[in-house]
């Protein structure tokens, strides 16, 4: 759904703060609105908090106290259990299922395939917006325009055919199966990249080009390095998308191996069926998964905040 | 990737009085050049997007099982849809999934913008409230599938205190469509308020100020202001959500798995389901090939408001 949306830091960035933000005049007006925020807010928040709690709950007295605030009977069993560092008597102490899931490998599965996805389509989207802003060649619009159609293609209809291929392939339960269908290109990232090459003054790459730089030598010394800030939005943009991925790694590689976090939280979550899930030991375990991400937003919040624009507007 | 490397080593050698020629189409070399920037997305391109969808519409002719080779049927797949229960009462929640979801996520999502808006700056704001889109479907689905538990999940606990009875939220036919719209509220509610947001950074300023001379309320701001300026935005951003609803599935595959019953069956999963657990390849082709033609009538729309954008705020 991220697909359709595009973003524009200097949307944002430029626009000034015109409207909003009156001061003084505290009516009830501003204290119902300053009211329906910290609500929001705190509906937004409070998930986080409570997969927390569960996380450090002990899972055989969690039904006792389902509405205490504070952690029950607070142990790191549960992230033990998921982590692998947990006896089988230990784990079904804490109403673990006692088989054991990989997360740890899963972790590592998913940092392996969202970082090859991302540097790739990066990479190669940053090379076609480039042909596509800068190169001057017949034909370039209409191979834009057939490439941005691709956007509106629903997944589900590419991905089906994409596993057929992958089977005939003989890549399933592989990393490249996960990986070579997002690796060459994504439209979005080409056309997010090739907006901001478009806005590069000719001159500067003129500049370079009289010192004797071929295309490629432009490419790599002036275009990325001015584009150093929408590269790293992108890349955050991305690495998020391809961390959150469930159906296709779900449908190319489930095997224990190669599973991916998004795929082995779903196997955790089927391994507890009907009667009593290990809640604590799937909260832990997707708290483990949220983790990257929020480290990652807690370090860049303000540069993926102002990249949240819009496609129609410029 | 031996052509891109090879290209892009000549594309660097410099030749002489090359910048001199006024070549609408570029030089030859600058063909080759552009030629090796975009062959990795062409390839992509070709391999997993365009192949994928010729064969997808293959395929959506013929019965096809994965182990046998597909047999032509003609429209045999797309007539056997009218008939089939199962696709049409698919359609149908769909389609109740989208109108439950749009509608709250919308609402909330300008109530949300008009409070950032209106109210604060403040990027830790905006962080907060964007941070569960950052966050994979899978965990979210997991946390509000623990939160909103019919025995001990927080939220019946919470409805018992003030009296009510308990929800089953995923367990009851009336209940599970709505309660997965709301859990995608939750999601993205923040991404769609930015969207919004940003949109509305782009009204001048001096409007408002016009209003606040005359006197206006910030309600009558709203709706005399904001809103009617707002109006292609928030269209585009609709056509977007839209577009994204239609294709719900990690939500669905990891709390209900389609049920109870057919409740959350929803078109996107009944397109997996098909495939890979009745094994009718074809057939899911052709239900994908409707949900394509679908979400492209969604596109062309989209296509016309951004027409509509254009005479409207210029």
């Known amino acids: ?314 | 990737m031996a052509l891109t490397s090879r290209n892009a080593r000549t594309g660097s050698v410099p030749l002489s009085g090359q910048g001199l020629r006024p070549d609408v189409n570029g030089s030859r070399r600058e063909r080759l050049t552009a030629l090796a920037f975009i062959a990795p997305a062409l390839l992509g391109f070709t391999v997993f997007y365009l192949w994928p969808t010729l064969r997808g519409l293959y395929f959506s002719f013929t019965e096809f099982d994965f182990f046998s080779p597909p047999r032509w049927v003609g429209l045999d797949n797309y007539t056997s849809m009218f008939s089939d229960a199962i696709f049409w009462n698919a359609m149908k929640v769909t389609v109740q999934y989208v109108v439950i979801n749009i509608g709250t996520q919308t609402v909330l999502a300008l109530l949300l913008a008009v409070l950032l808006h209106r109210l604060t700056r403040s990027i830790f704001v905006r962080s907060v409230v964007l941070l569960p889109y950052l966050i994979s479907n899978v965990v979210v689905a997991l946390v509000f599938y623990w939160m909103l538990d019919a025995q001990i999940g927080i939220t019946n606990q919470v409805l018992g205190w003030i009296g009510l009875d308990a929800i089953p939220f995923f367990g009851d036919q009336n209940w599970a469509i709505p309660t997965i719209a709301f859990i995608n509220t939750w999601r993205h509610l923040g991404y769609t308020a930015l969207l919004l947001f940003a949109g509305m950074l782009m009204i001048p300023g001096d409007v408002y100020e016009a209003g606040r001379v005359d006197g206006a309320s910030e309600w009558k701001m709203f709706w005399r202001i904001t809103l009617p300026l707002l109006r292609p935005i928030l269209a585009l951003v609709l056509v977007i959500t839209v577009i994204g609803s239609f294709q719900a599935f990690d939500t669905v595959a990891v709390t209900t798995a389609g049920g109870p019953g057919d409740a959350t069956r929803v078109i996107q999963y009944y397109i997996f389901d098909l495939a890979f657990q009745r094994y009718q390849y074809g057939y899911a082709s052709a239900v994908s090939v409707v949900l394509f033609l679908i979400l492209a009538a969604v596109a062309f729309v989209q296509l016309k408001l951004m027409r509509a954008d254009e005479s409207d705020v210029a």
């Open chain 1, 1 to 314: 759904m991220a697909t359709t949306a595009t973003t524009f830091d200097e949307a944002v960035a430029v626009s000034k703060p015109t409207g909003g933000a009156r001061r003084g005049r505290p009516g009830l007006g501003r204290v119902l609105a300053w009211t329906a925020l910290g609500l929001i807010m705190a509906v937004t928040l409070f998930p986080f908090y409570w997969m927390l709690r569960t996380a450090f709950s002990n899972g055989a007295f969690l039904a006792t106290e389902p509405s205490n605030l504070l952690p029950v009977e607070s142990t790191w069993g549960a992230f033990q259990r998921v982590l692998g560092l947990a006896t089988t008597e230990e784990a079904q102490a804490q109403a673990g299922s006692g088989a054991s899931v990989s997360i740890i490998r899963a972790l590592l599965n998913s940092v392996l395939v969202a970082s090859l996805i991302t540097a790739g389509q990066v990479f190669f989207g940053a090379m076609a917006a480039y042909a596509f802003s800068r190169l001057r060649w017949p034909g370039r619009n209409t191979v834009f325009f057939v490439f941005l159609t691709a956007l509106m293609v629903p997944p589900i209809f590419t991905q089906l055919p994409n596993f057929l291929l992958m089977r005939d392939l003989g890549l399933l339960s592989s990393y490249a199966a996960i990986v070579l269908p997002f690796f060459f290109m994504t439209p979005f990232a080409i056309f997010f990249l090739r907006q901001f090459f478009l806005g590069i003054p000719r001159e500067v790459e003129e500049a370079a080009r009289l010192d004797g730089a071929g295309a490629v030598a432009r490419f790599f010394r002036v275009i990325l390095p001015m584009a150093s800030g929408p590269l790293i939005t992108l890349t955050i943009l991305q690495y998020v998308q391809a961390w959150g991925e469930y159906l296709w790694p779900l449908l190319v590689a489930s095997d224990r191996d190669h599973r991916v976090l998004t795929v082995a939280l779903g196997v955790f979550r089927s391994q507890t069926p009907q009667g009593a899930p290990d809640w604590a030991g799937l909260m832990a375990a997707t708290l483990l998964a949220a983790l990257p991400v929020v480290i990652l937003f807690a370090v860049f919040s303000r540069k993926i905040v102002n990249s949240i624009g819009f496609s129609g507007i410029k």
